[in-house]
């Protein structure tokens, strides 16, 4: 993450706020299992996400009820994990339309919904995605994670107990952990480095020189694990147990999930006064190219934005020293921020705070919590021609201070 003060001499004052109690218990370093293990036996419902501490743009997220499990999945990557797991076990389905919908478990009750699936076959499909997800993030030995107390699935079509659905994983979260120390998850990329030493290094696993030169082919694209075993029509443990010694001899290289983006796209400033969404907020979008301007103190807010001159405003309603609809307010009062776009985060889901909302100035809404493909579009819809944005009813009347990422 690169700081202000790479874009020029003089960087913005950073003044660390500390953090809550109840934000410094919401989100750590911790193994995934022992979290699992206490969330059953309490029988708590929400939702864990847990991210990669060794790639942070590969995030999974568990959903439960009364400590049962109703749904697990990547939080990233959607079309990519789902294409495979299509083609082994849904091969009559497509992604074709998954961009229409916020996440897979959507998608899947879409389908059922269609009649295109049986609800025991919804049932199935959710069962399997949650299963393979369970195996990637019990590979981990530590990880960073979060928990929200909130389901956020409708309708609810799967509730299974946590050891109905790893226990028969076990031989493969094993297989996975010793492939860690060379290819941490299947949404790495691997690109083929070394042509030459291709065959040598794979002729005593595969006597088919045909498979080791399209193999090698499609190697050379910087793909994920997860689109290679597609079209090689294989599974990612099967592959990545294939690569791993061509990994240690340097032949292939593992980049992450989101290759470095350049630092010139648009800056989305966040105003919000908890780490836990700047968080959020900020993997999500650095991981679609997006440099982020956290403000995490909005008495701060205007002579940041002034500064940096945002393509668009995220900002929260329930702030201390000054609320979202006086700042909303006051940035439409002002001369150089009166147009950019400005997009509420906030828990409340209200008409009234909507219609509010709309009237001091913002351009829309987004009900934490949110799914980061609900707001990826959100941002990329406002960032269009202005004829496209959705205008006001009226146009005016990270942790610590302020920061400005790039990914």
Avoid at 380 to 398: F, I, Q, T, V, Y
Wanted: charged letters at 25%.
């Amino acid at each position: 993450m690169i700081t202000a003060a790479a874009m020029e001499k003089t960087a913005i004052p950073s003044e660390t706020k500390t953090k809550s109690s109840k934000e410094r218990s919401a989100q750590k370093e911790a193994s995934p299992l022992k979290i699992l293990q206490n969330i059953v036996q309490k029988k708590i419902s929400g939702r864990l996400t847990v991210r990669d501490p060794n790639d942070e743009s590969i995030f999974w997220r568990v959903h439960f009820g009364n400590g049962k499990v109703h749904f697990a999945t990547s939080a990233m990557g959607k079309r990519e994990r789902l294409e495979y797991i299509l083609q082994r076990y849904c091969p009559g389905l497509d992604c074709k339309s998954a961009g229409r919908f916020k996440s897979d478990y959507e998608l899947i009750c879409h389908y059922w919904k269609a009649e295109k699936l049986s609800l025991q076959q919804a049932r199935k499909l959710m069962f399997v995605l949650s299963q393979e997800a369970f195996v990637q993030l019990l590979a981990l030995p530590k990880a960073v994670v979060q928990f929200e107390k909130t389901v956020g699935l409708d309708p609810i079509l799967l509730s299974v107990p946590l050891k109905e659905v790893i226990l028969p994983m076990r031989g493969t979260i094993n297989q996975w952990q010793q492939l860690r120390p060379e290819i941490n998850s299947p949404f790495q990329r691997l690109e083929l480095k070394n042509l030459e030493e291709l065959p040598n290094l794979l002729w005593q696993k595969v006597r088919d020189i045909k498979y080791i030169q399209a193999l090698g082919k499609i190697l050379a694209k910087n793909l994920s694990l997860y689109e290679l075993a597609r079209h090689l029509k294989t599974d990612t443990l099967s592959l990545a147990a294939l690569l791993q010694p061509l990994v240690r001899a340097g032949a292939v290289e593992v980049n992450p999930y989101r290759c470095p983006q350049s630092n010139s796209g648009p800056i989305i400033a966040c105003i919000d006064d908890s780490s836990t969404v700047q968080r959020n907020v900020k993997m999500i979008l650095e991981a679609a190219g997006f440099r982020v301007l956290g403000i995490s103190e909005p008495a701060k807010a205007l002579s940041a934005l002034a500064r940096y001159k945002p393509a668009l405003v995220l900002m929260d309603i329930n702030m201390p020293e000054i609320n979202g609809y006086e700042l909303s307010r006051l940035l439409r009062q002002s001369d150089q921020l009166q147009e950019v776009p400005i997009v509420m985060l906030t828990g409340r889901d209200g008409l009234i705070d909507k219609l509010r909302a709309r009237m001091v100035g913002a351009n829309d809404y987004i009900t934490k919590p949110f799914e980061p493909q609900q707001l990826l579009a959100t941002v990329r819809d406002h960032l269009e021609e202005p004829k496209n944005r959705l205008e006001p009813m009226a146009s005016s009347g990270n942790i610590g201070g302020v920061q400005l990422a790039y990914s």
